[in-house]
């Protein structure tokens, strides 16, 4: 059996004892990284350490810690609350502005785990305080991002309209942006809907009065179910504790006030977009740096913070990672996109790559398997019997759609930023299964409409 065969095999037995045994599939992934590397690639730690994401880690951390600094003086609190305001209190828009913002962000720069790093936080505060689908806001966030991901001044889009223009392929531009956003925007529509989003429409009239945010549980911890956020109670108890941190009730007038601390904690996140989209400052050590500042003025809220860093999460992703980096260096995901190619029909080998992208995406770089994948259909596509514009913006979606995946850059961000009181293994399971199903079917649908019509 060959190494690349070897290797495959390896990555299915992780699978398979992170599921029964309810062990940590990235510690499993970094043995396997030693072992697959070592003995059946000869790789030394230095080649198998290669693959490790240092800039991932850096995000994961940075962000969680600058966002549990938030949590804890309550400014994600505020930013709820006018979100609520911003859409009237109608709590069925809320996934959709976040829909909107994720996408603007990447259409006008930002790379999509920029974008995500940003608004998934807020975004799953607000599903916490109002009992919302973590799955549904996490989806809406991640597909928001990828919709807006290949303007033709993004980062996404840049790169695809690059290797385009350096294949001499025709012009994809307009075609490309249009089918992400109709992609992402229909998987967005059908998850809405499966996730409890028209349910939410009921409940507008309810958010709408003073007493809304007394649905979900305080981020402090505290149970804003039957308080009155008008009465003296709910406006003071935290009145002397609000600015540091503290445990604001959700609705209670302290967590309306900015103090501070909140007011400081929103320059940060202001900074930390601006950072991103003007400056193309790195947002993991954005993030970091700016949790530190705020460290130092507020001590007691980084010590609370510090241990809501999600070290379990950052384990799983970087393990898995490395493992897939090792996969790439020993050539196993060449070796598939060669048998591809070698395949006789067409059609079918259009099909295959876009699965490949797929697959490989929801473990790895998206703009990495699209720089090798449309190269590798340029010997059929020159042949003429596929769209090559059907076909690139094809290979573009379907390796892309599937970020939402726990195991890329953006699904890991929505995981590690899920509330504390979410069963975090269950919605990691969530999130897998999710995945795996845009993963098995969103490649088939992104074939159909845009390479078949093209055949011939």
Do not use: K
């Not at 069925?92 to 720069?109: D, E, R």
């Not at 804003?224 to 009730?249: H, I, L, N, V």
């Not at 076909?391 to 995981?415: E, H, I, K, R, Y």
């Amino acid at each position: 059996m060959s190494a690349e065969l070897v290797s495959i095999l390896v990555l299915v037995v992780i699978f398979v004892i992170a599921t029964t045994r309810s062990i940590n599939m990235g510690a499993l992934a970094f043995a396997a990284a030693f072992g697959v590397g070592t003995l059946a690639a000869g790789m030394d730690a230095d080649g198998i350490f290669a693959g490790f994401p240092g800039d991932l880690f850096v995000v994961l951390v940075g962000v969680t810690y600058l966002f549990s600094i938030a949590r804890a003086n309550g400014t994600t609190d505020w930013l709820v609350h006018a979100s609520i305001r911003l859409v009237g209190g109608r709590l069925v828009l809320i996934p959709w502005v976040m829909f909107a913002i994720s996408g603007t962000l990447t259409a006008i720069g930002a790379v999509s785990p920029a974008a995500v790093a940003i608004v998934a936080p807020i975004a799953l505060n607000f599903a916490s305080q109002y009992r919302i689908s973590p799955l549904l806001m996490g989806a809406m966030v991640v597909h928001g991002a990828q919709a807006g991901g290949f303007s033709p001044i993004s980062i996404y889009g840049t790169i695809v309209n690059g290797i385009v223009a350096r294949e001499g392929l025709p012009d994809t531009e307009l075609v490309l942006f249009l089918s992400s956003i109709a992609m992402n925007l229909v998987i967005a529509v059908i998850v809405f809907v499966l996730c409890g989003g028209l349910r939410l429409a009921r409940a507008a009239e309810r958010v709408g009065q003073p007493a809304m945010a007394t649905v979900g549980a305080s981020t402090g911890g505290g149970s804003g179910t039957g308080s009155d956020p008008g009465s003296a109670d709910s406006g003071s108890a935290d009145s002397g504790s609000a600015g540091a941190g503290g445990s604001d009730e959700p609705g209670g007038r302290s967590s309306l006030r900015l103090t501070p601390a909140r007011v400081a904690t929103l320059v940060g996140l202001l900074a930390l977009v601006t950072g991103a989209l003007v400056f193309d400052l790195d947002v993991g050590l954005s993030a970091i740096t700016l949790a530190v500042l705020l460290s130092v003025v507020w001590p007691e809220t980084s010590r609370q913070a510090i241990n809501h860093i999600t070290w379990p999460t950052v384990l799983l992703i970087c393990g898995m990672l490395t493992y897939v980096g090792v996969l790439q260096e020993m050539g196993t995901i060449d070796f598939a996109g060669r048998a591809v190619s070698d395949v006789g029909i067409p059609l079918l080998a259009a099909l295959l790559l876009c699965y490949i992208g797929a697959v490989v995406s929801a473990f790895a770089s998206s703009v990495g398997i699209m720089g090798a994948l449309i190269p590798l259909a340029v010997p059929f596509l020159a042949e003429g019997t596929i769209g090559p514009v059907g076909m690139v913006c094809a290979l573009a979606v379907a390796s892309t759609v599937v970020d939402v995946s726990p195991f890329s850059t953006n699904g890991a961000l929505v995981l590690a930023n899920v509330d504390e009181d979410v069963d975090r293994d269950r919605f990691f399971r969530q999130l897998m299964i999710y995945g795996g199903l845009v993963v098995a079917v969103a490649p088939a649908v992104a074939w159909l409409i845009l390479v078949v019509p093209g055949f011939g």
